[in-house]
């Protein structure tokens, strides 16, 4: 039981490259997130999904795209990136149920020069 | 959701208590407050959460006033490996409704 793994764990682009970061869940959840987190700030939502096939905007979702696959994967997409977009990214599932915590992967750290 | 306000940071020797407070005069009655903490590098990792009573599991206990407007975690023997950025998060409990983490209070556990 892996729980929310996120590829890659690391990467660099130049300014204006794209790229998609990708997250999978075994835990059969519905509701994804992708947050993304600055140096000496708290975590800030991009986008999420609560079920497969729908997606919602959250705090910051500008130059970003998301796909929900599937029920199991979540991707985040940088169509042309720059360098403010350099942060570590987290990926996030949260179960059924009313209490049902979230669980988050071990992030992508991603530098963009 | 309701804002909540912590202190940046915090110095616990190691052995003692921790205790964490927590602001959110703002709290509605039907909203939970949660824990999380984010060791260096990791993602967050669900600690406890809460409505109204004082709630305790094997990592920490959480204690809610009456009127519900703050809240303290308490780690009753704080180790090294317990240094962390600790949230405090106040939210419905909706299924598939989003978190909003702040910028939390960053305790460090002294030997």
């Known amino acids: 039981n892996a729980g929310v793994t996120q590829t890659p764990k690391f990467q660099v682009l130049k300014t204006g490259q794209s790229m998609t970061l990708q997250c999978a869940q075994d835990?059969?959840?519905?509701?994804m997130y992708w947050y993304r987190q600055d140096p000496g700030m708290g975590l800030r939502l991009i986008y999420y999904?609560?079920?497969?096939?729908?997606?919602d905007k959250g705090e910051v979702p500008n130059g970003y795209n998301v796909s929900r696959l599937n029920k199991r994967e979540f991707s985040l997409r940088l169509e042309s990136a720059a360098p403010s977009q350099t942060s570590v990214y987290f990926c996030?599932?949260?179960?059924?149920?009313?209490?049902?915590?979230?669980?988050f992967g071990n992030g992508t750290r991603l530098t963009v020069t | 959701d309701a804002k909540t306000t912590q202190p940046t940071s915090m110095d616990c020797a190691e052995g003692r208590a921790a205790n964490l407070p927590c602001n959110h005069s703002?709290?509605?009655?039907?909203?939970?407050v949660y824990w999380y903490r984010q060791i260096h590098s990791q993602g967050p990792q669900y600690i406890i959460h809460?409505?109204?009573n004082n709630e305790t599991n094997e990592m920490a206990s959480l204690i809610i006033t009456e009127d519900r407007k703050s809240s303290t975690l308490i780690l009753p023997h704080a180790t090294l490996r317990d240094t962390a950025v600790y949230y405090c998060?106040?939210?419905?409990?909706?299924?598939?409704?989003?978190?909003?983490f702040g910028e939390g209070t960053q305790l460090t556990v002294n030997p």
């Open positions: 996030a599932s949260k179960g059924e149920g009313a209490f049902s915590p979230l669980h």
């Open positions: 835990m059969n959840h519905n509701s």
């Open positions: 999904s609560a079920s497969e096939g729908t997606t």
């Open positions: 703002t709290i509605s009655g039907n909203e939970y």
């Open positions: 809460g409505l109204k």
């Open positions: 998060i106040v939210r419905v409990e909706t299924s598939g409704s989003r978190l909003t």
